[in-house]
Nanobody, 120 residues
Framework: QVQLAESGGGSVQTGGSLRLSCAVS?????????LAWFRQAPGKEREGVAF????????HYADSVMGRFTISRDNAKNTVYLQLSSLKPEDTATYYC????????????WGQGKQVIVSS
């Protein structure tokens, strides 16, 4: 059974940095397809901010975070990270990781969510 364990997040002032982690268990690495980070602010729709495709190594970012957020992976730890830098108050949200397997790339497994609060 695939499980995602998120860690990190917290509160920071404008311009600060945080790191989120998403550890994947219950799936062989050969089955990894994509891991993405989404965020949802109060009263707003969930939006995808960073995407990592395991086979090609491609990464994609939303325009709103381009140049400030970095998605990376540690294969040995089966963990994907999201480094958040130059944070702005509008980055305040709950951040979720979403994982997809190659055998079922249309279905996503979700982490529990971690809150990020950026104060001005």
């Amino acid at each position: 059974q695939v499980q995602l364990a998120e860690s990190g997040g917290g509160s920071v002032q404008t311009g600060g940095s945080l790191r989120l982690s998403c550890a994947v268990s219950g799936s062989a690495y050969s089955s990894y397809y994509r891991l993405a980070w989404f965020r949802q602010a109060p009263g707003k729709e969930r939006e995808g901010v960073a995407f990592l495709y395991f086979v090609t190594g491609e990464t994609h970012y939303a325009d709103s975070v381009m140049g400030r957020f970095t998605i990376s992976r540690d294969n040995a730890k089966n963990t994907v990270y999201l480094q958040l830098s130059s944070l702005k108050p509008e980055d305040t949200a709950t951040y979720y990781c979403e994982f997809r397997m190659r055998e079922r790339s249309d279905f996503g497994y979700w982490g529990q969510g971690k809150q990020v609060i950026v104060s001005s």
